[in-house]
């Protein structure tokens, strides 16, 4: 299906998924499958032609998937995504997930693919901005995707050699943040380089939105990294900038971890269709391939555990964490 449920909903028409089809895919950015994040089938009605009044998109989904004889389905994409499909099983479709997102957020698995090309994409901005910051004795601050997860900041903020990373994990304290830059400059450094996640948020605040929630869909996040930024001039006196990476991180060839990855996901999910264990999800915990229930991946989120030897390290090699 094209467009996430689109073709069963108006959109371009289903293709045929053979060899051809997938020829030399593996090292090509975004999908040829095509996407969509925008409304949500429990909660939006559509009017297709021959319809006498609009009808839950769901319903009609279902109705297209046993018109067209599918057997089953193979939902990839992010905690969204397999959402919807794990309440098409209950609608009596057969479901096999496929953690697809560069936030690397679902729970039960170690990586999700994606999120190690997103890393590398910010890893190598972070290490451009190195330059750039310290030729002109500024802060840049360096906002990074990560809705309700830290894992993109903190592992190409330690990467890109960052002086800190503000993660939704930890409501970090500005003025911990600022004392940390001030004593960085003492020591004679008169740039640094601040790598924010998008969903990080002050001590007492909440995350920063550039609009609203709309119907099947969530409100989209952005303004943390200017908030920083204005903040670290104002109490410093030293001039700061923003940038904002953004779907930067969502494009380009995959890295090698990542396309490897996404092959082997692909194999287990077929081998869980041969082998009739619908309703679950593929997951990763190397060295293996396995598998755990839809149901206990579902409406939960995988966060950075601040007692990881991740977080260890980043603390250790001196970079402030806001707290």
Request: include cysteine; hydrophobic fraction near 40%; charged fraction near 20%.
């Amino acid at each position: 299906m094209g467009d996430g449920y689109g073709s069963l909903l108006g959109g371009k028409p289903m293709m045929k998924l053979d060899r051809a089809a997938v020829h030399h895919i593996a090292g090509l950015g975004g999908t040829i499958l095509g996407t969509t994040n925008k409304g949500h089938p429990f909660e939006t009605r559509v009017k297709l032609p021959g319809m006498k009044k609009p009808r839950l998109a769901a319903e009609v989904i279902v109705e297209g998937l046993r018109k067209n004889r599918i057997d089953g389905l193979i939902a990839v994409g992010g905690d969204g995504s397999l959402g919807i499909a794990y309440r098409l099983m209950g609608l009596g479709i057969p479901v096999i997930g496929v953690p697809k997102t560069i936030d690397n957020d679902l729970p039960l698995t170690s990586a999700t693919f994606g999120f190690d090309t997103a890393v590398q994409t910010a890893t190598e901005a972070l290490d451009k901005l190195q330059s750039t910051a310290d030729a002109h004795d500024r802060v840049l601050v360096v906002e990074v995707m990560g809705r309700h997860a830290g894992w993109i900041a903190l592992h190409a903020g330690i990467a890109g050699s960052c002086h800190a990373i503000l993660m939704p994990e930890i409501p970090f304290d500005i003025e911990k943040v600022c004392q940390a830059l001030d004593r960085r400059r003492k020591r004679g450094r008169q740039y640094a380089l601040v790598c924010v996640a998008e969903g990080a948020y002050p001590k007492g605040g909440e995350p920063f939105f550039r609009s609203s929630a709309t119907q099947g869909r969530e409100g989209r996040l952005g303004g943390i990294g200017e908030f920083v930024a204005k903040e670290i001039q104002e109490r410093l006196d030293w001039e700061t900038r923003t940038i904002v990476l953004g779907h930067l991180q969502r494009g380009g060839s995959p890295s090698t971890f990542d396309r490897l990855l996404g092959l082997r996901y692909g194999a287990a999910a077929i081998r869980l269709a041969v082998s009739g264990l619908w309703g679950h999800m593929v997951t990763f915990n190397p060295p293996q391939m396995g598998s755990v229930p839809l149901e206990e991946v579902v409406q939960r989120t995988k966060t950075v555990a601040l007692t990881s030897d991740t977080v260890i390290t980043a603390r250790e090699i001196g970079i402030c964490l806001g707290d």
